[in-house]
């Protein structure tokens, strides 16, 4: 079980060498990437590919304004709050309250932010994992293993055919590894990517899952055989197709936003958009608290998520009328919608 530690630190680097070769192709003459490898003194590396523009009171010209495409590779020891937590979904993992034992954990995962600089361009996020708890006498057991992963997109405006084309992309990927996936994924990133203390979601989602192993789970309560991947293997090969499928699903929108013309106001709305994003982030994001509480986190790669700029505005009327173009995209994020 344990060489799909290699399999997934392979698949995910190899990812991100394609994706940050895809933007940077995009916009030829905007900076490179930054290439960071970094060790974690606890146990573990990392690559963190982020994009960014020296400061200027004059605006860059380039596509994107920001963005992130990260893996890390890590090791450790997980302690007994976190294995208490863990242990919600995955019960095979011991678990003593009287005890200060912790348990060795292996993660690996690709994370995926992408800001663009034109307020028509949507934002898109993507996040593949492996998870794996091993026993502490001997580390070549395997206590208990997960996916995770999800792919989204968060526009300042609403382009129903590019909700649309993303949708139907990532539900092509799901369709071919089981019926039961793109259905309950699309819901449970609906719900997932809420910020309740606005009543809204953060944008027309994707898919989003997590806990995903060979044992029935709560979101697919009725799968059978052929409606989901069971198997180490087969689910492997489910996330990799949604990996797969992140530059086909985003690229295309990319490409037709990014040189769309825009106005002053339509900046406003955009910084104030992801004014909601920093919210989500900052207050609701399981990955980002389990990435601040880990042991060791390297808080710039965490972070990376964040836009460059964002805006809040006390009682703002921008959105409040309902025909406008901001109110058209409030309404579908109070009310998702069904889009493949």
């Known amino acids: 079980m344990t060489a799909m530690r290699d399999k997934f630190a392979e698949y995910v680097t190899n990812l991100q060498d394609s994706i940050v070769d895809a933007f940077e192709k995009l916009d030829p003459n905007a900076p490179p990437f930054l290439r960071d490898q970094w060790e974690r003194p606890e146990g573990g590396y990392g690559i963190s590919c982020v994009f960014s523009t020296p400061f200027s009171p004059t605006p860059a010209t380039t596509i994107l ?33 009287d005890s200060q034992g912790s348990l060795p954990f292996f993660a690996a995962g690709l994370s995926i932010v992408i800001h663009p600089r034109n307020p028509h361009a949507p934002t898109m996020h993507a996040n593949y994992r492996y998870f794996e708890v091993t026993d502490p006498a001997d580390k070549t057991k395997v206590l208990a293993w997960w996916f995770g992963g999800g792919s989204d997109l968060t526009p300042s405006y609403l382009y129903e055919d590019d909700a649309r084309h993303f949708h139907t992309t990532l539900k092509a990927a ?9 259905p309950a994924l699309k819901v449970w990133c609906d719900e997932y990517f809420f910020i309740p203390h606005r009543g809204e979601a953060r944008g027309v989602g994707g898919l989003f899952f997590d806990d ?19 198997t180490p293997e087969t689910i492997f090969a489910f996330a990799r197709a949604a990996g797969d499928a992140i530059l086909p699903a985003y690229l295309p929108i990319l490409e037709r936003r990014a ?29 980002t608290k389990f990435g601040l509480m880990t042991p060791g986190a390297r808080i710039e790669s965490i972070l990376m998520s964040l836009p460059e700029t964002a805006r809040w505005e ?15 995209l409030l309404e579908v994020l109070k009310k998702p919608r069904r889009w493949a």
């Open 314 to 328: 006390y009682r703002s009327e921008v959105g409040a009328d309902a025909e406008s173009e901001e109110g058209k």
């Open 259 to 287: 040189h769309a013309e825009s106005t002053d106001a339509q900046r406003r709305w955009q910084l104030l958009r992801r004014g909601r994003y920093v919210e989500f982030n900052l207050v609701h994001d399981r990955g």
């Open 65 to 97: 304004e920001k963005a992130g495409v990260n893996i890390s590779v890590i090791h450790g020891s997980l302690p007994p709050a976190a294995v208490k937590q863990m242990r919600v979904e995955h019960a095979s993992l011991p678990y003593d309250p």
């Open 174 to 182: 799901c369709d071919a590894h089981g019926a039961a996936l793109y």
């Open 212 to 230: 995903l192993c060979d044992a029935p789970h709560k979101r697919l309560p009725d799968a059978g055989p052929s409606d989901r991947p069971w």
